[in-house]
């Protein structure tokens, strides 16, 4: 059961965003999140789907149930239709008991960012996915309030910044709406953002048939539809636990302060490094399998 939804229980509050969209690492961020939400490490209280895909809300609601947490709120951008690609296991997991929920009938993706926002003092923010849901609550007069006077920290999978912060990555470069979103966002952002790029995340291998032997179990499920049957890069469940961590030096990282940006253009993402500045990217201190072998502690 879940109870803990409430913007009055103390600890961190946090919203998660994901595209849960052709890969299979959001479904393993996403066991992350419901798992530290299960734990009382913080206090999860919706997840934003930012690519619209015909089975996105029942399939994530599906695998949200499986997790114990069948009444976590679910938004949608419903005009995320453009990313295209082919969800390889949103139907499939949709298969699975769920309670009655469809993209159609979901909240939109900006107004539960508002409403729970609206609901705490303090939140941080995660993203595993595209960032144009994040641009429209900061260019909304509301939700730049909230960002500013609310959010602690926006979490973020995205960029490549392993070339002296210059590079190209998929949730930000993959079409136009995510580029454009992403250069306003990295301008006009009122809080920190702590960025997990491409190269950190891409020789870590998680969700292998060692760590999850059950076919059965809706995470494999979703690994062996996306062909990952021995496991898969691990960007979005690290920067989950990056964010549970809080910790940077912690959670095995040094971070590279700075001004991130990216070129709405082409989405190419750049990087001004200032030790003051109010953006960071992390570089790993550790071998990959000190970041595998913890996510497969979350995962079994
Ligand atoms: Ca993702």
């Known amino acids: 059961m879940t109870s803990a939804h409430s913007a009055e229980k103390p600890g961190r509050t946090v919203i998660l965003g994901t595209d849960w969209w052709t890969d299979c690492?959001?479904?393993?961020?996403?066991?992350?999140?419901?798992?530290?939400?299960?734990?009382?490490?913080?206090?999860?209280?919706?997840?934003?789907?930012?690519?619209?895909?015909?089975?996105?809300?029942?399939?994530?609601?599906?695998?949200?149930?499986?997790?114990?947490?069948?009444?976590?709120?679910?938004?949608?951008?419903?005009?995320?239709?453009?990313y295209g690609g082919n969800p390889?296991?949103?139907?499939?997991?949709?298969?699975?008991?769920?309670?009655?929920?469809?993209?159609?009938?979901?909240?939109?993706?900006?107004?539960?960012?508002?409403?729970l926002l609206e609901q705490t003092e303090e939140a941080e923010l995660l993203e595993i996915g595209y960032p144009q849901i994040l641009a429209s609550l900061c260019a909304h007069p509301t939700g730049y309030r909230y960002l500013r006077d609310k959010v602690k920290c926006l979490w973020m999978m995205a960029g490549?910044?392993?070339?002296?912060?210059?590079?190209?990555?998929?949730?930000?470069?993959?079409?136009?709406?995510?580029?454009?979103?992403a250069a306003y966002l990295f301008e006009h952002c009122p809080c920190p953002i702590v960025l997990l790029g491409w190269e950190v995340g891409a020789a870590v291998i998680s969700g292998t048939p060692r760590?999850?032997?059950?076919?059965?179990?809706?995470?494999?499920?979703?690994?062996?539809?996306?062909?990952?049957r021995n496991g898969r890069s691990s960007w979005d469940p690290m920067l989950v636990l990056l964010a549970l961590t809080e910790d940077i030096g912690e959670a095995g990282y040094t971070l590279r302060r700075g001004y991130a940006s990216a070129d709405a253009e082409t989405g190419e993402n750049s990087f001004r490094y200032d030790d003051s500045g109010p953006h960071?990217?992390?570089?790993?201190?550790?071998?990959?399998?000190?970041?595998s072998d913890e996510i497969a502690r979350w995962l079994k």
Request: net charge negative; glycine share 8%.
């Open 211 to 228: 760590t999850i032997p059950d076919d059965s179990d809706p995470l494999r499920m979703a690994f062996i539809a996306h062909g990952s």
């Open 280 to 291: 960071g990217y992390v570089v790993k201190k550790y071998p990959d399998s000190r970041y």
């Open 25 to 82: 690492d959001d479904a393993a961020a996403v066991r992350i999140a419901c798992r530290a939400h299960k734990a009382g490490l913080w206090n999860l209280t919706g997840i934003v789907l930012n690519a619209c895909m015909p089975y996105s809300v029942p399939s994530l609601s599906a695998f949200c149930t499986a997790e114990g947490m069948e009444s976590l709120p679910i938004g949608i951008d419903r005009s995320a239709v453009g």
């Open 160 to 181: 490549n910044w392993e070339n002296n912060g210059h590079g190209r990555e998929n949730n930000i470069a993959r079409a136009p709406m995510s580029r454009q979103a």
């Open 88 to 115: 390889a296991y949103q139907k499939l997991l949709a298969s699975l008991p769920h309670p009655d929920a469809s993209n159609e009938s979901a909240e939109n993706g900006l107004d539960l960012y508002l409403r």
